[in-house]
């Protein structure tokens, strides 16, 4: 399916998917704003390892919310996983809203 292709109905579980994805690549900008900010301030700071298990957790997170979101989604969604009609949406324009 093309991203610019317009879509009559689309079922919860992609949308829901969509969702995910877009958590998992704001959880991966904060983890990595968090290590920099460590890392910028290490020599004013010393090396404490009390400062790395948040960014590194968000960053570990990100990337198991990316590869497991259709699984999740399909777990959100089992037992209603309908279609909603969107017509006029593709779905370029529900990333970019999102």
Partial sequence: MKISQRIKKMPLSSIA???LR???LNFFVAGLVQLVVVFVNLESLGFQMVYLPSPVFLLAASVLTWVFAPWIAS??????DRSISLEGVSLQSLYSTA
């Fill in 17 to 19: 998917q969509v969702l």
């Fill in 22 to 24: 877009i958590a998992a």
């Fill in 75 to 80: 777990q959100l969604t089992k037992r209603a």
